[in-house]
């Protein structure tokens, strides 16, 4: 059974994307920490982040650091904070999530989203993203 990310991946299930390319997709995460609570993926599918090849490694997290500025430039934080967990989806994933401070890098202040926020959300994201790539 495929994960769930490779079916977001496959476009069987939706999600409010940041932005994709050939190898790697970004977008926010439904029970986000705080808004802009953003997932990098490899569109390839691995379970362990550690397991993928040198080249995708590189490259999701090359993909990575833009979506990261944007997510800053976007929402107001002090830093995007990475974390690494994968205990729930079996899909390699890095999550990005706008912190003020430590208590912030805590999945038990995750909420449930309402769509039409998470679409405002990804929508000024990706109004950054242009300007963070240039
Ligand atoms: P982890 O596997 O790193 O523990 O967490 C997986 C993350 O994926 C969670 O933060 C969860 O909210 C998110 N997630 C699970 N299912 C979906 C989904 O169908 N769509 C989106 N956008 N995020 C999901």
Redesign the pocket.
């Given at each position: 059974m495929a994960s769930?990310f490779t079916q977001?991946v496959e476009g069987n299930?939706p999600?409010?994307k940041i932005c994709e390319n050939d190898s790697f997709l970004a977008?926010?995460?439904?029970?986000p920490i705080k808004p802009g609570?953003s997932?990098v993926i490899p569109k390839k599918e691995v379970d362990y982040l550690f397991d993928l090849e040198d080249d995708l490694y590189r490259g999701l997290m090359a993909f990575a650091k833009p979506v990261a500025e944007a997510i800053r430039a976007a929402v107001s934080c002090q830093r995007v904070g990475v974390?690494?967990?994968?205990?729930?989806?079996?899909h390699a994933?890095v999550?990005l999530i706008p912190t003020e401070s430590m208590a912030d890098f805590s999945?038990a202040l995750?909420r449930r989203a309402s769509d039409p926020d998470l679409a405002k959300v990804a929508e000024s994201i990706r109004q950054q993203l242009p300007r963070v790539q240039s």
């Open positions: 769930i977001i299930l999600c409010h977008f926010l995460d439904i029970n609570h997932l974390i690494v967990a994968g205990y729930e989806v079996p994933h999550h999945f995750a």
